[in-house]
């Protein structure tokens, strides 16, 4: 006997693919702007902090019309992105794009506060090795920062999976393209006889967040706990 | 040949020292907060000294008049910090590999773990290491960065009386067997003595007096002079 139903594992497989791209992609550029946010001063910065924490403080339908405005078939990068025949408005890849833009900040936080907790005389030592800034970045600084990475992924995960506001506003809700869990779930309820179906992606939704936030929550406290014996 | 002119300020603090010094093996020797580490960290290239030239064997690291402000990666200096800085997620003899110029024949690997008896440690990682042997990895890990000089910031500090032992009998072996250039920061006479050709003193960010060994052993032992009396 299924779990759930067809529709149901569309969503959800959809929802986890949707997740884990958006926060591969997000990866990269929340990497560098908390590099910089960790170890650069420069004219502006605490704007640019509040620009980058924007999508966890706006309303997601808010982010979601900015993503349609400017990502939809009549914004300005959507229109380039459907002339090359990449449009990505109604479709999986903008899913993804919600999720990537709503799940950023959480992962920035994260990896921010992940270089911040690295000795900076391991990265001088490593310097006066003769180790230039790259090398000291993914031989020092980022494995040194591996419990926050991981926390922050965990977290940015949960995150993207629950996201509704901005997906919902931005691609809509296309059966195997864009109705992801929680949109799947909104449809479930507001369907009469949708009951059953709800509580089996409340279910889902539940497990999903509580293993991600159970592993930031160990990789926040093992880091912690080594950190205060290095203190000790 | 050593030769230093450094005008450096650091919040209230200000250093002005100029020496030209042909030992081969040079001990900056003065209390704590007179600048000696100040010194060592504006020779390494991690401070950046308002103006100046810093000069070792010829080899020019930093002259403010022609621009010359090599990074402290090029710098080519064997840097051992007083509180180690050995990488903690690395094992022994990845620490001790970090530096080692690309192409350095293995055999030169082996040598310095013979010479500072580290063998037995090579897959250890640094927390499993005591005070004496996390020493001698730093030590061994400037020494395979196959350096132009060395630089030892207190390397006898907050080790016991064994490992003080322990250590020295290393730092003497290897002066013996490399011959290189070394700056040494001390605020301990007995550490200068055993290790240095000639001393500065520096006293509040200026250059008390070039002694060679012999002067500064006399002087140390004469219970008036203020060194002594500080230090003993």
């Given at each position: 006997m299924n779990l759930l139903t067809h529709p149901e594992t569309v969503a959800l497989a959809l929802s986890f693919k949707v997740s884990l791209v958006g926060v591969v992609c997000s990866l990269p550029v929340a990497v560098g702007c908390a590099w910089l946010l960790a170890r650069t001063r420069f004219f502006g910065k605490p704007l640019f902090e509040g620009l980058l924490l924007l999508p966890l403080i706006l309303p997601p339908v808010v982010t979601g019309y900015i993503l349609l405005i400017v990502?939809?078939?009549?914004?300005a990068i959507g229109r380039l992105l459907d002339a090359a025949g990449l449009s990505i408005a109604f479709r999986w890849t903008g899913a993804a794009l919600a999720a990537a833009v709503m799940a950023f900040p959480l992962l920035v936080v994260a990896l921010r506060n992940a270089f911040e907790s690295v000795d900076r005389k391991l990265e001088h030592a490593a310097a006066t090795l003769g180790a230039g800034p790259w090398r000291i970045f993914f031989g020092i600084t980022l494995p040194l920062s591996l419990r926050g990475l991981v926390a922050g992924l965990a977290l940015a995960f949960a995150r993207a999976f629950g996201e509704f506001g901005a997906t919902i506003t931005f691609v809509s809700s296309i059966p195997g393209q864009t109705r992801t869990l929680p949109i799947a779930l909104y449809e479930l309820i507001s369907t009469p006889g949708g009951e059953g179906g709800a509580l089996r992606l409340t279910l889902v939704a539940v497990v999903v967040a509580l293993v991600a936030g159970l592993i930031a929550a160990l990789m926040l406290l093992r880091g912690g706990a080594r950190q205060s014996e290095a203190e000790a | 040949m050593i030769e230093l002119d450094l005008a450096l300020q650091r919040g209230e603090f200000s250093l002005e020292l100029a020496l030209a010094s042909p030992a081969r093996a040079l001990a900056l020797f003065?209390?704590?907060?007179?600048?000696k580490t100040s010194t060592l960290l504006a020779i390494a290239g991690l401070l950046r000294p308002r103006r100046g030239r810093i000069s070792i064997d010829g080899r020019t690291l930093f002259d403010s008049s022609t621009g010359i402000d090599l990074p402290a990666a090029w710098r080519g200096l064997g840097v051992v910090f007083q509180d180690a800085r050995?990488?903690?997620?690395?094992?022994v003899r990845e620490n001790l590999r970090y530096g080692m110029p690309r192409g350095a024949a293995p055999a030169k690997c082996d040598g310095v773990v013979q010479l500072l008896g580290l063998s037995g440690l090579l897959?250890?990682?640094?927390?499993?290491?005591?005070g004496g042997q996390i020493r001698r990895v730093a030590i061994g890990r400037a020494l395979l960065r196959q350096p132009h000089a060395l630089l030892l910031d207190e390397p006898l500090a907050n080790l016991h009386r064994e490992a003080r032992v322990e250590v020295l009998k290393y730092l003497h072996e290897l002066k013996r067997e490399f011959a290189l250039t070394t700056i040494l920061v001390s605020h301990q006479p007995d550490e200068v003595i055993a290790l240095a050709d000639s001393v500065a003193r520096i006293e509040d960010g200026r250059l008390a007096a070039l002694e060679d060994i012999r002067t500064f052993q006399v002087s140390t032992a004469s219970p008036d002079t203020p060194q002594a009396r500080a230090t003993g």
């Open positions: 990502f939809g078939h009549h914004g | 003065g209390h704590s907060g007179c600048g050995l990488f903690p997620h690395l094992t897959k250890h990682r640094p927390g499993q290491l005591s």
